[in-house]
């Protein structure tokens, strides 16, 4: 199949004159807008069984959306410039606010990108483990022996206090007022990100009301944290993100203006910590109902390695996916995906759960096999957890040293308990898909 994707003016359809629209979705708007929102996993089941693996649905926010599975298609996705494919819209920037890098586009979005990526990988990963471990440690104190309890909210607190301190460095009352802040303006927030906002005389009442109020405190609370930070005599050695962005932060010249600062920072301690706590929880179900491979990391724990650990993190990430669905939108006036032609201002979305599931990829891809990634990276177009492209995850890297940290300090103390329990179903809080039973597991210390 020919994979290019290109811009093309709409003179151009008779030099290639093969082009074809992707199959439509002929239900009324509603019923599939309800498939998509409440029922997605079934629905694209039954619309890929029907259509293949490129077809348009029309959905509420989204509007004409042609959905991608095929990894060939995916890689051209991925593959094309932002002038081609934009950013979605709308976009997790309706959330945190406009300076948010969900919402940027082009330079802007590029230089965005160029600031914070180091805060995020190679050096900058190495001094977070010993926070990782602190925080896993601190947290697994006191848990039940033999008791089975969910693993979702021990996740999300170690997560949420490792993306504090990372972000903030050291602790103090600022971080105990964001610790209790963030989870309900998370929950909130997942469920109406993608809702046009009401009118401003209308937004006092309801969730944005509330949403607004916490959105107050968190910028006040950053504002003292940011000032501390810039009067901060030992600001240069300092380790965390804010320090970083406080030295370095300057958009294509211009200085960051506070507002934009206070985004980008909600935006960052937001997607940096409950995607990776229900990849934790999500892990843990899986190993509960899989012995060989639980015996196998704990043999590996005690030896002091790490390749098979990294491959059971890639492989939850692939058969439990966190984030199903990566947005772009038409810019071009056209543009080609493979052999289809997509007009101008669609939707384009890569439907990451079902590439991940595609039969094709992955044999026998509902079973959950770390071996599939020993001695191969999982990686774009057929492994996607992170998205791809000019707008892959920023925190990729650091998501992945959190778990395996989080994995091995676990599995360094406690025993976990398998049994033939049934597999969880997926719960999806709006953004991030967890397990819809927290992740119960049964632990005992290890001696
Ligand atoms: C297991 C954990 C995580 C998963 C599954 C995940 C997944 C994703 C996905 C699918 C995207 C969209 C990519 C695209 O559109 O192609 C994304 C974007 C993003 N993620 Fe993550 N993420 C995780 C952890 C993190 C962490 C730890 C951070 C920050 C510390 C983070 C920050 C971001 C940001 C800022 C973007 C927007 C990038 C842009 O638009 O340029 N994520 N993530």
Known sequence: MRVTIAAVVDTCETSTPNRLSPPVVRSPKLVQGVGFAFFRRKAMQRWIQRHGRIFEINIPFFGRSIVVSDPDLVRSVCTASAEQLANVQPNLGNWFGPGSVFGLD????????????????????????????????????NWPEGQEFRMLE????????????????????????????????????????????????ARRLGP???????????????????????????????????AFLVRNGHDDGAEMSRADLCDELLTLICAGHETTASALAWTFERLRRHP??????????????????????AESLRVRTVIDVAGRRVRAPSADIGDWRIPQDRTVLVRIADLHGNPDVFSHPV????????????????????GGGVR???????AIAEMDVVLRTVLQNFRIRTDAAADEKSHFRGIAHTPKLGGRVTVNRRK
């Open 208 to 242: 944005w009301g509330r949403l607004d109020k916490l959105r107050a405190t968190f910028d006040r609370t950053a504002r003292t944290l940011i000032a501390a930070a810039e009067s901060d005599p030992g600001l240069a050695d300092r380790p965390d993100v804010l």
């Open 292 to 313: 060989d491979v639980l015996v196998e990391l704990a043999k590996e724990v005690d030896d002091g390695g790490g390749e098979f650990r990294r491959a059971t993190i």
């Open 154 to 201: 021990p996740m999300n607190r170690i997560t949420l206090n490792v993306i504090l301190r990372t972000i903030f460095g050291a602790d103090g009352p600022e971080l105990d007022t964001l610790r209790a802040l963030i989870p309900p303006y998370m929950k909130l927030g997942q469920l109406i990100a993608f809702v046009p906002a009401p009118p401003s005389w």
């Open 367 to 386: 079973r959950f096999d770390p071996d599939r990634f020993c001695g191969t990276k999982a990686a774009a177009p057929t492994w996607l957890a992170f």
């Open 392 to 398: 892959r995850c920023i925190g990729a890297d650091f």
């Open 106 to 141: 082009d330079s802007t979005h590029r230089e965005r990108r160029r600031l914070l990526a180091p805060a995020f990988h190679g050096k900058s990963l190495h001094s977070y483990e010993q926070v990782i471990v602190a925080e896993t440690l601190r947290e697994c104190a």
